[in-house]
């Protein structure tokens, strides 16, 4: 189960970050995760949860936000939400389909005290 080490990862930056801004308490983690970074979203509240306890974040919330898959034809410039990982334009049919969203992994913001 890689969200726990994921999990540790953001706990890590979160409470650092808080930290260095002289916070006392983190009340929210909010973090953006990409449709194809293959992260089970009760997965990563359970770790986020279980890891927080006896932290400065042991009272925050976690927010996961879902980032949708979405590319560009670049034959047609046509965008739109994509399903699965690969891809032909329900437009034209190309294959030539840039990804737009959906690789994020990334804290999106950290709300303190």
């Not at 970050?17 to 990409?34: D, P, S």
């Not at 509240?45 to 042991?58: C, G, N, P, S, Y």
């Amino acid at each position: 189960m890689h969200e726990t080490g994921i999990a540790q990862s953001i706990l890590d930056i979160a409470i650092k970050t808080a930290l260095e801004k002289g916070a006392k308490k983190i009340n929210n983690v909010a973090v953006k995760v990409g449709k194809m970074s293959a992260i089970d979203e009760a997965s990563l509240r359970f770790a986020f949860d279980a890891l927080k306890a006896e932290t400065i974040a042991e009272n925050a919330t976690f927010e996961y936000i879902d980032i949708p898959l979405t590319g560009k034809c670049e034959d047609c410039g046509y965008e739109s939400e994509l399903e699965g990982y690969f891809v032909l334009c329900p437009k034209c049919s190309s294959g030539r389909v840039s990804i737009l969203t959906g690789n994020e992994l990334e804290i999106a913001y950290i709300d303190v005290d």
